[in-house]
Nanobody
C-alpha cells in the first residue's frame, strides 16, 4: 500500500514563500508521475504542477513562473516551492501519484492512483 504525506503548509503573508513536501512510502517512487493539486473552499480540485519520472516538470498556467516542482527519488519525496504567494493561492494542497499517466491526462484527478491527506496553505493579504 502506498502512502503520501504532505507537510509544509501554513499561514503566510501575501508576497511570501512556502515549500511543500510530499513524502511517499513504497520502493517504486521513482516509477511514478507525481503531482500537486489544490482545492479552495467552494471550488473544484485544481491541478497545480506535475513532475514526471524523468524529472521533467509541467505547470498550470496559473502558477507558472512562481512555482517550482521537484523530486528526490532517493528520499521518495516531492517538493513544491511557491513564491510570490497571493490570496488566490489559499487552498488545501494535495499530492497525488500515478503509476501510468500521459500528458493529456495530467490535469485530471481521476487518473491518479494515490492521494495524500492534504496540507492547508493560507495567504493573508
Amino acid at each position: 500500500q502506498v502512502q503520501l504525506i504532505e507537510s509544509g503548509g501554513g499561514l503566510v503573508q501575501a508576497g511570501g514563500s512556502l515549500r511543500l513536501s510530499c513524502a511517499a512510502s513504497g520502493r517504486t517512487f521513482n516509477m511514478w508521475t507525481t503531482s500537486w493539486f489544490r482545492q479552495a473552499p467552494g471550488k473544484e480540485r485544481e491541478f497545480v504542477a506535475a513532475v514526471f519520472r524523468n524529472g521533467n516538470p509541467y505547470y498550470s498556467d496559473s502558477v507558472k513562473g512562481r512555482v517550482t516542482i521537484s523530486r528526490d527519488n532517493a528520499k521518495g519525496t516531492m517538493y513544491l516551492q511557491m513564491n510570490d504567494l497571493t490570496s488566490e493561492d489559499t487552498a488545501v494542497y494535495y499530492c497525488a501519484a500515478s503509476q501510468s499517466i500521459i500528458l493529456s491526462s495530467i490535469r485530471t484527478s481521476t487518473y491518479y492512483n494515490y492521494w495524500g491527506q492534504g496540507t492547508q496553505v493560507t495567504v493573508s493579504s
